[in-house]
């Protein structure tokens, strides 16, 4: 018999809470489901595992020995010497000298492509009309481009008698050797890099403003706000989870830095553009892998704090 219950099923309402919770299949039905889940999963759990958490957990462990590449064939016979990995990396006068020029990197780097990004965003937002997809495309090529060649076609135009000195020539300027000069050569990646970047942040900036409804600018220039009041109050403050999310994977990449320097400067000259990333790279190569681990922990963790720190800088006043 049809009662009250399956009538208002089959008419599609809800039934009231004292019939109770419909039964979609019983535990059998359940457990059928989730082996069917965890059949598709497992080939990524097993690379994952095996190319990546297995190796993550081998370098922690690492970190904590005396490993090096003589002990290759022994590597269950290393000590453990706790910490003085991590105490020795900055005990190193060379890692200080990377971590202070991984920060330059940062905190010059980031807010100049984060301008540059929103600055895009805003002009195909509202000042571009025609030609708005040329260029998006033109902005964001250098993304998908090779970085190895991006940093070698810049590293000829930077070069002493590149075509920045030549144009500079044109004027009566006689420009530095940009990449052998200690005092231009980080400033000279940082412009390479914001170029590149930009794109990125261009993308998603343009994503946030175009989710901000456009009555509230419509009230706010009735109210007699300008383009500036506009920008400060309106779209700064709805732009923040937005904001958010360009700095913290703009700061990501930016503190594990490598290819730039590695192709256009070789860390030089004088160490002034050697990074953490890159010091990492050359104790591998001398055989410090335990010193090399711990020096990587170390990255790890400035990432996290930076981005904690972005977080709470500029995470929404609802959150």
Do not use: H
Request: proline share 6%.
């Amino acid at each position: 018999p049809r009662g009250p219950g399956r009538l208002r099923a089959s008419a599609g309402q809800r039934p009231p809470p004292w019939e109770g919770p419909r039964r979609t299949g019983g535990a059998g039905t359940r457990r059928r489901q989730a082996l069917v889940a965890w059949l598709f999963a497992l080939p990524f759990v097993a690379v994952f595992t095996v190319f990546m958490l297995g190796p993550l957990l081998a370098s922690f462990g690492m970190s904590f020995s005396d490993l090096t590449i003589r002990d290759i064939k022994t590597p269950f016979a290393v000590n453990f010497v706790g910490i003085e990995n991590f105490t020795g990396v900055f005990q190193d006068e060379l890692f200080r000298k990377a971590l202070v020029n991984t920060f330059y990197f940062v905190l010059v780097g980031i807010p100049l492509t984060m301008v540059l990004g929103l600055a895009l965003a805003v002009a195909l937002n509202s000042g571009i009309e025609k030609f708005r997809s040329v260029f998006r495309v033109g902005f964001y090529t250098p993304v998908v481009t090779s970085i190895v060649a991006v940093a070698v076609v810049w590293r000829f135009i930077l070069q002493d008698s590149g075509l920045v000195n030549t144009v500079l020539g044109w004027v009566g300027i006689d420009g530095p050797d940009w990449l052998n000069d200690s005092t231009w050569a980080m400033p000279s990646i940082i412009l390479m890099a914001a170029w590149r970047n930009m794109g990125t942040l261009m993308i998603i900036f343009l994503a946030g403003l175009q989710a901000i409804p456009r009555d509230v600018y419509e009230a706010a220039e009735v109210d007699g706000a300008g383009s500036w009041r506009r920008f400060r109050s309106i779209t700064v403050p709805l732009m923040r989870p937005t904001l958010l999310l360009g700095a913290v994977l703009l700061s990501v990449g930016f503190l594990q830095v490598f290819e730039e320097p590695f192709v256009m400067t070789k860390g030089g000259p004088v160490n002034s553009t050697l990074t953490i990333s890159y010091y990492v790279y050359n104790q591998f190569g001398y055989g410090n892998y335990a010193f090399a681990s711990a020096a990587a922990y170390v990255l790890f963790a400035l990432i996290a704090a930076l981005a904690a720190v972005q977080f709470r800088l500029l995470r929404s006043k609802e959150d």
